[in-house]
């Protein structure tokens, strides 16, 4: 196996409260990586696991991860920083006068991928060489720098225009670096050993803002590099997602009176995606359901006639006085 799978089941309960369930299964290092991180702590019952898949020769790693849940939840908030997959949940339920009604909504949030980052997106879908990735790594890189500048502004502000001659100065070292066939040892980790497939290049951010020292605060180029670490664990997670697939099985109350679902099986709504559909743009998760109240559409009955009949024992009253 040489992805992750992941199965999200939902079931509604006619409280409103619901039980969600994280089934996650991958090779170890996949399994364990930030990519689509399991929640395991505080309300949720979390097991781990293995099992042997004998005709691959290889061990599946499995964690199991569940909770009953009311409302919202959002699983991630600001404070974590943009690297984390969102997919906050929703699940409302409405009392109305003669009938119940469910909605369920689940948001992959889109990577934004081709705004950030364009040369990923094709680099996603096509097997390229290692020259195209280390072009992608550089794209990567300049998103990270003006983001990190641009997260240092309450701090250390400095210039826009400033800011913009330090973004031209490292785009003409990486041309220049490409065109004399250089690129390779530019974006080379220095001999670190990290599992990402991004790291921060500290040695070339160093060298090439010492140009600009003397226009900088005191030690910008270090809160810099600090300011890009959360954009560049970014990267890495969009990147690991690139295998991930998913399976989402909702079950709710009553009838279903609206889905984006898939498919349908007896009384369970599925849905099933991978990163591509919310590489940019975000993947959304609908359905409603409905639940009459015989006993209140009877009660209403009655009691309608029951008006009906008063008034036209009144009626009668009148004319016969009349």
């Not at 696991?49 to 409302?71: M, P, Q, V």
């Not at 990923?120 to 020259?131: A, C, I, P």
């Not at 990290?194 to 070339?204: A, G, H």
């Not at 997602?241 to 009384?267: M, V, W």
Request: aromatic fraction near 10%; include cysteine.
């Amino acid at each position: 196996m040489q992805c992750v799978e992941t199965l999200i089941t939902v079931r509604v309960f006619p409280s409103g409260e619901y039980h969600i369930k994280f089934h996650s299964e991958g090779n170890k290092q996949d399994i364990y990586n930030d990519d689509f991180n399991i929640p395991t702590n505080g309300k949720w019952y979390s097991e781990t696991f293995e099992k042997k898949e004998e005709s691959r020769d290889e061990t599946i790693h499995i964690i199991n991860s569940e909770a009953i849940l009311n409302g919202a939840t959002s699983f991630y908030t600001e404070k974590d920083g943009p690297a984390p997959q969102r997919h906050p949940i929703s699940i409302l339920k409405k009392d109305g006068l003669f009938s119940t009604t469910y909605s369920l909504s689940q948001t992959f949030e889109g990577r934004r991928v081709s705004q950030k980052y364009p040369l990923l997106t094709k680099s996603m879908q096509d097997v390229g060489n290692d020259s195209t990735d280390k072009i992608v790594e550089t794209e990567i890189i300049m998103y990270c720098l003006r983001m990190g500048m641009d997260n240092l502004k309450d701090e250390m502000l400095i210039e826009e225009l400033l800011k913009e001659r330090i973004l031209n100065h490292f785009r003409g070292v990486f041309y220049k670096a490409e065109e004399e066939g250089k690129l390779f040892s530019l974006m080379d980790k220095n001999g670190e050993i990290d599992n990402d497939i991004l790291v921060l290049p500290k040695t070339l951010i160093k060298t090439n803002f010492k140009p600009f020292l003397g226009l900088l605060p005191k030690h910008f180029t270090e809160a810099c590099m600090d300011a890009m670490l959360p954009y560049i664990h970014e990267a890495n997670v969009t990147v690991g997602l690139n295998d991930d697939t998913f399976k989402f099985a909702g079950i709710l109350p009553g009838e279903i009176i609206h889905s984006n679902a898939d498919s349908i099986s007896n009384d369970t709504l599925w849905w099933s995606f991978n990163y591509k559909d919310f590489i940019n743009d975000d993947y959304v998760i609908e359905a409603a359901s409905i639940v009459y109240q015989p006993k209140k559409v009877q009660m209403a009955i009655v009691m309608s006639a029951l008006i009906i009949l008063m008034g036209l024992i009144l009626i009668s009253k009148k004319r016969k006085k009349s």
